[in-house]
């Protein structure tokens, strides 16, 4: 299931969306060895047999966060939390999620949560152990928004294409521009929204 060349699956399970969606994740041999990193046992296993192996992730949109300007600062303070409700749907996605794959017939799963261990027990105990979020090895990754499009001024930084307000050549086109909880790898929306702006540039470039 692994090679030196191999990328990334693009099909993921979406029947629990907008829970949350399962995927596949990049699983070269470096990436395989850092997620092994404080058992040794899977070090071991990934060094012999990483081709073999796979990394998968649950996907969710979960909390709430704030950016706190302090003067004179020149870095916001970022504060970020996540309730009981939304640990509760993590391990919830993460029982779904192993049993997914151990309906796939693999020999043993390894979460990155404290204290990993190899887990072969399908009942999946280990779950109901884990009882705070700081347990839990948590990532994000396609970080969108910041500079959300729209004609309302108060709320946006550029119109319904891009053009930052008030300024004549300046454009962004990007993720940034997409302020909404998408879950789901973002390309095959900033790619169309991108094409999109730069068709209704061209169109309006002065003959």
């Not at 995927?23 to 060895?33: D, I, M, N, P, V």
């Not at 409700?85 to 404290?114: E, H, M, R, W």
């Amino acid at each position: 299931i692994n090679s030196h060349k191999y990328d990334i699956c693009p099909t993921q399970i979406n029947h629990f969306f907008p829970n949350f969606i399962i995927g596949h994740a990049t699983s070269s041999k470096a990436q395989l060895k850092i997620n092994a990193l404080g058992n040794n046992e899977v070090y071991s296993d990934v060094k012999k047999n990483w081709e073999n192996m796979a990394i998968f992730h649950a996907t969710f949109s979960l909390g709430y966060g704030k950016l706190i300007r302090i003067p004179k600062v020149e870095y916001p303070v970022i504060n970020y939390k996540l309730s009981i409700k939304d640990l509760d749907k993590i391990k919830a996605g993460i029982k779904k999620f192993s049993d997914f794959l151990f309906s796939t017939n693999c020999q043993y799963i390894f979460p990155v949560v404290a204290n990993s261990q190899i887990i072969k027990d399908k009942s999946l105990n280990f779950i109901d152990n884990i009882k705070n979020i700081n347990e839990l090895n948590l990532s994000t990754v396609h970080l969108l928004g910041g500079c959300p499009m729209g004609e309302n001024r108060n709320i946006t930084v550029t119109d319904s294409f891009g053009k930052v307000h008030g300024q004549n050549n300046l454009y962004i086109n990007d993720g940034s521009l997409i302020c909404a909880k998408l879950i789901k790898n973002p390309q095959g929306i900033i790619m169309p929204i991108a094409l999109r702006n730069i068709k209704n540039f061209l169109k309006n470039i002065p003959k």
